[in-house]
């Protein structure tokens, strides 16, 4: 069970990157999640209370599994770091274009 959660969370930081690659805010992401490091928990059971309202917008499964995601410090350092790849790959990638 707990290679299945293990998975699942590498998926949701996946495409989390992802997105926030593709919008070109990698490094204020990873400001904003060191920032707030210590409230990630509280956060999580802020987005487990609204999620019957955002179920009407979003997958409320889906929901769920980012609130878990954010209330386990192990998997925000993951995303942390993923970011981290991504804007240094991003920062060398785009150094020998010009």
């Given at each position: 069970?707990a290679?299945?959660?293990?998975?699942?969370?590498?998926?949701?930081?996946?495409?989390?990157?992802?997105?926030?690659s593709?919008?070109?805010?990698?490094?204020?992401?990873?400001?904003?999640?060191q920032?707030?490091?210590?409230?990630?928990?509280?956060?999580?059971?802020?987005?487990?209370?609204?999620?019957?309202?955002?179920?009407?917008?979003?997958?409320?499964?889906?929901?769920?599994?980012?609130a878990?995601?954010?209330?386990?410090?192990?998997?925000m350092?993951?995303?942390?770091?993923?970011?981290?790849?991504?804007?240094?790959?991003?920062?060398?990638?785009?150094?020998?274009?010009?």
């Amino acid at each position: 069970m707990a290679d299945s959660d293990q998975v699942q969370s590498e998926q949701l930081i996946e495409h989390l990157t992802e997105q926030i690659s593709r919008w070109r805010l990698t490094m204020p992401a990873i400001l904003l999640l060191q920032v707030t490091r210590p409230l990630s928990f509280i956060a999580s059971q802020g987005l487990l209370l609204c999620q019957p309202l955002l179920g009407f917008v979003y997958d409320a499964p889906r929901v769920a599994d980012y609130a878990e995601l954010l209330a386990d410090r192990a998997s925000m350092d993951r995303l942390v770091r993923r970011l981290e790849e991504e804007e240094h790959s991003r920062g060398s990638g785009g150094k020998g274009r010009d």
